[in-house]
């Protein structure tokens, strides 16, 4: 379950990070900059499709909005080291840590 105001503060999060007033959120959402306010003063829930337009503002998917940190948009190349990650044993795995440890060290 979110926090009561999960959405307003992470609308406030991604305004600050990108250095954003409402202003310039409403005009890259498409949504009235009075219906961006009211939302965020109001700590309302915002509909799908108002949620939608706001994460296309942000040039966001909805998962990224929901899972802030997480590396959602993997390149096919990273999603076949994954899938080959997931088939790996445990002694496997531990081996490719060790390499990859090795040669990232400076």
């Known amino acids: ?12 999060e991604l305004l600050k990070q990108r250095g954003w007033t409402r202003y310039q959120l409403a005009q890259r959402s498409g949504i009235a900059q009075s219906s961006v306010t009211t939302l965020l003063n109001r700590k309302n829930v915002p509909t799908f499709q108002t949620l939608n337009k706001i994460c296309d503002g ?7 909005f929901f899972a802030p940190g997480k590396r959602l948009d993997l390149t096919d190349e990273q999603e076949q ?26």
């Open 81 to 106: 080291l994954l899938d080959s990650w997931d088939a790996m044993d445990d002694r496997d795995k531990e081996l490719v840590k060790t390499y990859i440890q090795g040669i990232t060290r400076q």
């Open 58 to 64: 942000f040039g966001i998917t909805m998962a990224q």
């Open 1 to 12: 379950m979110l926090p009561e105001n999960y959405y307003v503060d992470r609308v406030e």
